[in-house]
Structures are given as structure tokens and as C-alpha cells.
């Protein structure tokens, strides 16, 4: 995957074969993030604690179920993916680079938190129940990095 050209319009990138159906069966996977792995604090044990982290379970559930939708209508889009000689183009706005970015975020979290949450520099321990999740966890971070690049967010100085 590259950004091939950007404007006022939005960005174009090109994929190939093979990359487009890696991030096609990847977004499939959404939503990955458990919705318990998201708390307002450790334990809630007043009732307003608890009548607060009921609205946050409610607010996430109907951004995933809305988030979900989106990414059919993204995987059933016939013209999403222009086929070209040497693969396939993807034209995305701002606001749509912005919503998938947040996308795979989810999915890539979801899968780190599915491989045991492994530290940096840690190798990860797939087994047969989430081995998928070490793909996309790879394709989810390459597919980020090419979409911060293209936004113009430069790669952290610590970590070249």
C-alpha cells in the first residue's frame, strides 16, 4: 500500500491484489476491542459509578453498532476499490481516512489484547484461538502508518 497523490479532495492509494485482501478480511474482524476492556475506574461500587459506566457501555455500543455498519457498507461498496494495471486504487477523503484509522485501531488493540497484551520487543504467543490476531495486528499497523503518513503525521523520533 502507498499514497500515490493527496489534494483538497482527499488521497488516493494504491494497493495490491493481495494487500487489498488482507485489509478487506482484516476490517471484517471489527469490532475486536472486548467492551468490557473499556472502564471509567478500576471498580464501581457506588450507583453512580455504575449508572456511569452503563452510559459508557450504551454510548460505545451504538458508535461500534453505527462503526459496524460503516465498514459493511465500505466491505459491499463496488467502486471502492478502482481495479488498475498494477492493482487496485482507493480514493478516501480526510474524514474517512480519520474514521478508518479509528477502525483499525480498534482491531489492532483488540488483537494485542487477544495475543495476552505482549510488552514492546516481547514476541507474541498465537495459538490456535487467536492466531489470526498476530495478521492483523501486522496489517493494521502498516496500514496505519501508510494513512498517518499520508495525514502528514511523522513517525516518533524515539522509535527510528
Known amino acids: 500500500m502507498k499514497l500515490i497523490r493527496s489534494d483538497a479532495r482527499g488521497f488516493v492509494f494504491h494497493f495490491s491484489k493481495r494487500e487489498k485482501q488482507l485489509l478487506l478480511q482484516t476490517l471484517q474482524l471489527y469490532p475486536l476491542v472486548p467492551a468490557a476492556h473499556h472502564r471509567l475506574a478500576r471498580s464501581a461500587e457506588s450507583p453512580e459509578e455504575l449508572e456511569r459506566q452503563r452510559l459508557l457501555e450504551e454510548a460505545l455500543a451504538e458508535h461500534r453498532r453505527e462503526n459496524r455498519r460503516q465498514v459493511q457498507a465500505f466491505l459491499e461498496e463496488p467502486r471502492r476499490f478502482v481495479e488498475v494495471e498494477s492493482?487496485?486504487?482507493?480514493?478516501?477523503?480526510?474524514?474517512?481516512?480519520?474514521?478508518?484509522l479509528q477502525v483499525l485501531n480498534d482491531i489492532r488493540v483488540?488483537?494485542?489484547?487477544?495475543?495476552?497484551?505482549?510488552?514492546?520487543?516481547?514476541?507474541?504467543?498465537?495459538?490456535?484461538?487467536?492466531?489470526?490476531?498476530?495478521?492483523?495486528?501486522?496489517?493494521?499497523?502498516?496500514?496505519?502508518?501508510?494513512?498517518?503518513?499520508?495525514?502528514?503525521v511523522q513517525e516518533s523520533p524515539r522509535w527510528r
Request: overall charge negative; charged content about 15%; some cysteine.
Open 87 to 100: 492493482g487496485f486504487q482507493l480514493a478516501l477523503s480526510a474524514p474517512q481516512v480519520e474514521w478508518l
Open 110 to 152: 483488540g488483537s494485542w489484547l487477544a495475543l495476552g497484551e505482549p510488552e514492546p520487543g516481547e514476541e507474541p504467543q498465537p495459538d490456535r484461538h487467536n492466531a489470526h490476531c498476530l495478521l492483523a495486528l501486522e496489517v493494521c499497523g502498516l496500514v496505519e502508518s501508510v494513512l498517518l503518513a499520508a495525514l502528514g
